[in-house]
């Protein structure tokens, strides 16, 4: 009995025992079974908002307005400029190059500056050959819409092997209109005078440039870069139009004070920025307020009294003079021409023909390359300019046509060397 009872002993304390192992081994294995069971969390960094926009001021509000204002401005002369440019493409029509065999054949002609690689032509409708001479009819359009007959004369020239063109003459008839003895004896209506003769000048230089830019004013974006910290802070500034010079005249008929005004844009550069015609405008001026005004399309160009290697030709009998161009009434109609010059250093000059016509002012070209006038014919209403290239010499007549309201090619004279800025 008594050893039953340490039988029993001895198994509760073996059992007890055992247990007291088998859990000491378990629990660790638990705690690994769970903590391998977590889901791993993601540790993603929060993206931070980026902050909100500054707001904008009241000022930079009305800024962008004016900038926006400004910029349309801008495009609806930008697209004036594009149909003056228009026009001058036309003259180029009017001179076929020097010509080979095998277009001599095709009937056709480069035209005058058009590229070797890009070329357009003019077609002839007739052709005559005598000897070495060659005589070819076309049709050439003109700046307000017409079309006109021309013929050119070649000669044959062996060394070059290529048709030489020797001149230009109109076929068409052109009508003139009326002469007016009255009309040529005075050359321009009205008394005429400019800036530097006006004892009121800075009075006006200062209506003139506080009206332009307060009704037109140019606005700009402009970007101002602290170098410090790199940041870059977007703005606008006006850049105010300046006067360069003005005529007092008569150019509308309007019974009131009528000025031409060229502006130039006050530039950050100043040696260059006064040299460049930006605006031209004409005010209608009552009682030192301005009524009126009309914007005149133009080609730009350096102003003369500006520069330095250049200055505009000296005329005889070309009405009135002023820094620019010269002011008459060539055609004859009642209303002062404005004849403007504009100097470009690399594509040489351009002779523009301004006139009031139908309550605008209506821009053609007279002239679109580098020129020297040589006389003005008030009987025949014709401009005669010389002209000289690197390739030639030659003498071109311009007469008004009063029915296209525009001036024409009337002849041109080749008097040496080759019309011609085409590569063979």
């Not at 904008?56 to 204002?69: G, M």
């Not at 005149?296 to 003369?304: C, D, E, K, L, N």
């Not at 002062?336 to 605008?360: K, P, Q, T, V, W």
Request: proline residues 4%; negative net charge; aromatic residues 14%.
């Amino acid at each position: 009995m008594q050893n039953n009872k340490l039988k029993l002993i001895f198994i509760l304390i073996l059992t007890a025992f055992i247990f007291s192992c088998s859990k000491e081994v378990k629990e660790p294995a638990e705690e690994k079974t769970v903590a391998e069971s977590k889901p791993v969390e993601n540790k993603i960094e929060a993206v931070k908002p980026d902050p909100p926009a500054p707001q904008k001021t009241a000022e930079q509000l009305e800024a962008e307005e004016k900038y926006k204002k400004s910029k349309e401005y801008e495009e609806k002369l930008k697209q004036l400029v594009a149909e003056l440019d228009k026009k001058e493409k036309i003259l180029n029509y009017k001179f076929p190059t020097g010509i080979t065999i095998d277009e001599l054949i095709q009937q056709k002609a480069p035209v005058l500056y058009s590229l070797a690689d890009n070329l357009e032509f003019i077609h002839f409708y007739e052709i005559k050959k005598d000897g070495d001479f060659c005589y070819c009819k076309y049709k050439a359009p003109t700046q307000n819409g017409g079309m006109l007959d021309y013929q050119v004369t070649y000669k044959w020239d062996n060394p070059e092997q290529i048709y030489l063109p020797l001149s230009y003459d109109l076929l068409s008839e052109n009508n003139i209109g009326k002469i007016n003895e009255e009309f040529i004896e005075n050359q321009a209506l009205g008394s005429l005078y400019s800036m530097k003769n006006d004892e009121k000048k800075h009075e006006m230089i200062k209506l003139f440039e506080d009206y332009e830019n307060t009704q037109y004013p140019l606005f700009r974006k402009v970007v101002h870069t602290d170098w410090d910290t790199g940041i870059k802070t977007k703005g606008y500034k006006q850049y105010d139009m300046r006067i360069l010079d003005y005529v007092k005249g008569n150019f509308t008929n309007s019974g009131y004070d009528e000025y031409f005004v060229m502006f130039y844009e006050d530039d950050p550069d100043p040696e260059m920025g006064d040299q460049y015609i930006e605006r031209v405008r004409c005010f209608l001026v009552s009682e030192g307020k301005i009524i009126n005004d009309y914007y005149i399309s133009h080609s730009g160009g350096y102003f003369y009294p500006a520069l330095t290697h250049d200055k505009l030709p000296e005329v005889k009998d070309f009405g009135y003079k002023f820094s620019q161009g010269w002011i008459a009434d060539l055609n004859q109609n009642g209303i002062n021409e404005i004849y403007l010059a504009a100097l470009f250093n690399i594509e040489g000059d351009r002779l523009l023909m301004i006139e009031y016509n139908d309550e605008s002012f209506v821009t053609s070209y007279v002239y679109g390359d580098r020129y020297d006038i040589l006389s003005i014919d008030w009987y025949k209403k014709m401009i005669i300019i010389k002209d000289k290239s690197m390739n030639g010499e030659w003498i071109d007549d311009y007469q008004w046509n009063d029915t296209l309201k525009e001036f024409i090619l009337y002849r041109g004279r080749i008097l040496g060397g080759l019309r011609n800025e085409k590569n063979y």
